[in-house]
């Protein structure tokens, strides 16, 4: 198993409603906090299940939802059947996107899913797609010094404050002994120093700083701002 294999399964990812539910708003609310204006094209790829997605439409012009997991698609296609400003699209329609057409890309809580090399033509994808004046947001992005204990902690304390610390308690101990755990250690989680990640941006044609605070209830984990870098000439 991979992990797109993983995500297509469907997993039990959160450990009871309401943390999908506090989960998916806190989400939304920090895309809706980078949105440049009101009629912004936005992508969030690897979205995931974008629970609250439809605030985040009614935030912007037009939102792409791209997942490469044909499961999540589905769902994803079946709630937003017929919804005027919202497409959903798989990586490959996402290569078939028009060039420099998106005022603000996302990408929240994918790179350690992804290798290196995977990363890195993701972001070239994304400084083709994005104008000139666009932004690329990058969230959740792991340091090496972040453990799995780290990740705990902070979802023991988002799950204190959100009411559902019992059930937090117990989703932990069911991961570990889930496929996730198990692909977690054999696969690992692809990890960024700040100053490797800035590099990376660099090399994909991008200007980009670290932003606080992060994507989500982990501050342990980074989030990035980046802009393509203008030609000489360009203003």
């Given at each position: 198993m991979n992990w797109i294999e993983y995500w297509n399964g469907a997993p039990p990812l959160y450990v009871n409603a309401r943390h999908k539910l506090l989960h998916g708003r806190q989400v939304a609310r920090d895309i809706v906090s980078v949105l440049p204006d009101p009629d912004a094209a936005v992508m969030d790829y690897?979205?995931?299940?974008?629970?609250?997605?439809?605030?985040?439409?009614?935030?912007?012009?037009?939102?792409?939802?791209?997942?490469?997991?044909?499961?999540?698609?589905?769902?994803?296609?079946?709630?937003?059947?017929?919804?005027?400003?919202?497409?959903?699209?798989?990586?490959?329609?996402?290569?078939?996107?028009?060039?420099?057409?998106?005022?603000?890309?996302?990408?929240?809580?994918?790179?350690?899913?992804?290798?290196?090399?995977?990363?890195?033509?993701?972001?070239?994808?994304?400084h083709d797609k994005l104008k000139p004046t666009g932004r690329l947001v990058v969230a959740d992005v792991?340091?090496?010094?972040?453990?799995?204990?780290?990740?705990?902690?902070?979802?023991?304390?988002?799950?204190?404050?959100?009411?559902?610390?019992?059930a937090a308690l117990g989703g932990l101990a069911r991961t570990a002994l889930s496929d996730y755990g198990r692909l977690r250690k054999q696969l690992g989680f692809t990890t960024y120093a700040e100053d490797e990640f800035l590099t990376l941006l660099d090399h994909a044609g991008f200007e980009g700083e670290r932003r606080h605070p992060n994507f989500g209830h982990n501050q342990a984990r980074m989030c990035f701002v980046a802009r393509p870098r203008l030609a000489p000439g360009e203003a």
């Open positions: 690897g979205c995931g299940e974008a629970l609250a997605a439809d605030e985040v439409a009614a935030a912007c012009g037009s939102l792409i939802l791209a997942d490469a997991a044909d499961t999540v698609r589905a769902g994803l296609e079946s709630r937003f059947s017929g919804h005027a400003t919202v497409s959903v699209l798989s990586p490959d329609e996402v290569a078939d996107l028009a060039g420099h057409s998106l005022d603000l890309i996302v990408i929240n809580s994918l790179l350690q899913y992804l290798d290196r090399p995977a990363s890195a033509a993701l972001l070239a994808t994304a792991v340091p090496p010094d972040v453990s799995p204990v780290a990740d705990a902690a902070a979802l023991l304390a988002f799950a204190a404050r959100g009411g559902f610390l019992l």
